[in-house]
């Protein structure tokens, strides 16, 4: 099955994530292994983004999509089993006095 957003084909989890939001999930995300620099420009790069007024719907767009995931996965993600109760042991009741 192939997924698009707009025009773009989505060839993966990530290619959706990142055409849907319109930035690379990484800037958000940040990646393994970063720097403190590095992540202090990912940081200073996302307040731009967040700032500029053509993201301003970004924060209501990813809560968007989490819920739609959510809502596609729910069966998985909340498939609880009940697990089955011990047996309770019947305590035999000692009668007479301690050895």
Partial sequence: M?????RQQAVSVEDF???ALGTPVELWLGVEGETD????A?????RDI???PEYSNLPDDVARIAAEVIEAHAPELFNVVSLASPARRRRSSRK???A
């Fill in 2 to 6: 192939r997924m698009y957003v707009g």
């Fill in 17 to 19: 994530l990142e055409l």
């Fill in 37 to 40: 620099e590095e992540r202090a």
């Fill in 42 to 46: 990912r940081l200073d790069a996302a």
């Fill in 50 to 52: 967040l700032a500029d």
């Fill in 96 to 98: 007479g006095a301690a």
